[in-house]
C-alpha cells in the first residue's frame, strides 16, 4: 500500500503566502513587449511600439527606466475623439503628438514624470504619438502639419 505525503498547516500556509504574493496584479507587472512599426516624424525615423487594445493603452509607457531616442509609443484608438493622457507610473518624460485619422497633427505637449493631471488634445484625434521628451521640437513638426500613419498601424486590434 502507498502511503501519501500530507503537507502540516505551516507548510500549506507558507505556499500560499508565497503564491499570494507572485500575484497577477497588472500595475506591478514589467512591461510587455509590444509589436514595432517604422515612422517617419519630420526629419527623423522612429520604432513606434503599437498600443492598439485597451489593456496596451492603458499600461503605455509606464514603469519604464529609459527610452532610446529613436524609439516611442503610437496609440491607435477606432476613431477622431477628443483624448487626454496622463503620466501615471510614468517615470520618464514625453512628448505627446495627437494626430487625427488623416495624419494632421492637432496638438503636441510636454509631460513630466508622474504627473497626475490630465493632458488633453486641442481637438478629435486618432493616434497619440508618445517620444522621449523634446523629441517633437528636433523632428521640425508642427501643429497642422501631416504625418502618415503606418499602413500597419492606422487600425486598432480587433
Not at 503610437?74 to 493622457?85: K, L, W, Y
Not at 501615471?88 to 505627446?96: C, G, H, M, S, V
Not at 486618432?126 to 502618415?148: P, R
Request: proline content about 7%.
Amino acid at each position: 500500500m502507498k502511503r501519501r505525503r500530507e503537507l502540516g498547516r505551516p507548510a500549506v500556509v507558507a505556499l500560499i503566502l508565497l503564491l499570494g504574493s507572485c500575484g497577477c496584479d497588472s500595475s506591478s507587472s514589467a512591461p510587455q513587449t509590444l509589436r514595432t512599426t517604422k515612422m517617419q516624424i519630420g526629419s527623423k525615423s522612429f520604432t513606434l511600439e503599437v498600443a492598439d487594445t485597451a489593456e496596451t493603452a492603458e499600461f503605455g509607457l509606464m514603469k519604464r527606466d529609459s527610452m532610446p531616442a529613436d524609439h516611442g509609443m503610437i496609440f491607435v484608438f477606432r476613431a477622431d475623439e477628443p483624448r487626454s493622457f496622463w503620466m501615471k507610473n510614468t517615470r520618464i518624460p514625453l512628448d505627446i503628438a495627437y494626430v487625427r485619422s488623416d495624419g494632421t497633427v492637432v496638438s503636441m505637449h510636454q509631460m513630466q514624470p508622474y504627473d497626475l493631471r490630465p493632458t488633453p488634445s486641442d481637438g478629435p484625434a486618432k493616434y497619440a504619438i508618445e517620444l522621449s521628451w523634446g523629441t517633437l521640437a528636433n523632428t521640425g513638426v508642427h501643429v497642422g502639419d501631416k504625418l502618415q500613419i503606418p499602413a500597419d498601424a492606422r487600425e486598432p486590434a480587433k
